[in-house]
């Protein structure tokens, strides 16, 4: 199989995983959100990808010495960024509703995820013919947010218990609830960009005899233990205020809920670190792109499996097939920017 079409396709894997890991969540009883979600945070952002970078990477911290601090705290300072930004994703949600709050935040993300690391490559990508199509990737992208963002929007209204469960924060000024949405786009994007600017981290790591996707576990592992800081911090706040961490003792089986959300995330960052590396020097700009549209259709094509939409008008579902559609091209055209 064709490098290219191999990575395209490696990473459209890790976006479809990226949009449904947090699924068990749904099968969760007699916890809050701040039990599952702690543990996720305790599972899949601190042990596994450490313990896959400690038993795939000889020397890990050998490496780590051996490359400039600053690249370090790049890499710790971002993911830090991409936490906090996860955090403010679900205020943004309570605060304009899921489908509104939803498309704004992944459009974000997915538009500064890709044109920052491009612009800091310094090679002109932007005014390319490959630019030229990773910026109609975007394109689609927002189109496609749109489209399914309505679509959402109108289900919300047809479904009061949607509106009930989503609109927590009644109180926030929409032009607020838009600003947290903003800043949540833009600092969940440093998940990408800390990635892509922290490439002599993972290098180093393959010339001391690592494989080309298990080197990324070098900086996944430095991003997602600082990126683990706010939620783990703000569960632990709740779970100490609710007196709800006396849930643990309750719901056995929640801990496999939890352990396989961290599976699901782990093999995200896997494929995504390979899909990278197979498509070289403009992987992560490339890549990113591929990865939000694969995971927003990913959840949608779940949502539909699962029913969400059995009892839509045709209308609405008419505009969630196109937006899906949208996301769809967005991923051709990205792996064809790589190509050029």
């Not at 890499?75 to 509703?97: E, Q, R, T």
């Not at 975007?138 to 009061?160: D, H, Y």
């Not at 990865?291 to 008008?313: K, R």
């Amino acid at each position: 199989m064709n490098l290219l079409l191999l990575g395209i396709l490696t990473i459209a894997a890790a976006g479809i995983l990226n949009g449904t890991f947090a699924f068990p969540m749904k099968l969760v009883k007699h916890w809050n959100w701040e039990n599952i979600w702690f543990l996720f945070a305790v599972f899949g952002l601190v042990l596994l990808p450490a313990a896959v970078a400690f038993n795939t990477i000889d020397g890990l911290l050998q490496i780590y010495r051996s490359v400039p601090p600053s690249s370090l705290l790049v890499a710790l300072f971002l993911g830090l960024g991409w936490g906090l930004g996860s955090l403010l994703f679900g205020l943004g949600i309570s605060a304009l509703g899921f489908s509104l709050g939803y498309m704004i935040v992944m459009g974000t993300t997915a538009i500064f995820g890709t044109i920052i690391p491009a612009m800091l490559s310094g090679y002109g990508l932007l005014v390319s013919a490959r630019g030229a199509r990773l910026l109609g990737s975007l394109v689609m992208i927002s189109l496609g947010l749109c489209l399914c963002g309505v679509a959402g929007r109108v289900r919300e209204q047809l479904t009061k218990a949607a509106v009930e469960r989503y609109r927590i924060l009644t109180q926030t000024h929409f032009s607020k609830g838009v600003l947290i949405c903003l800043a949540s786009g833009i600092l969940s994007a440093c998940f990408n960009i800390g990635f892509a600017l922290t490439t002599g981290i993972s290098a180093a790591a393959e010339r001391s005899g690592a494989t080309p996707g298990n080197s990324s576990f070098s900086v996944w592992v430095l991003i997602m233990s600082a990126g683990a800081v706010p939620s783990m911090s703000y569960c632990a706040v709740l779970l100490w205020k609710k007196k709800s961490y006396r849930l643990f003792r309750v719901g056995g089986r929640n801990w496999f809920y939890a352990a396989v959300m961290a599976l699901m995330w782990v093999l995200t960052l896997q494929l995504y670190g390979d899909g990278t590396n197979s498509l070289g020097l403009y992987g992560a700009t490339v890549g990113w792109p591929v990865m939000m549209a694969s995971a927003i259709v990913g959840a949608n094509v779940l949502g539909i499996a699962g029913g969400e939409w059995s009892e839509m008008p045709k209308r609405v579902r008419t505009w969630l097939y196109t937006g899906i559609a949208s996301l769809m091209i967005a991923v051709v055209l990205a792996g064809l920017a790589g190509s050029a």
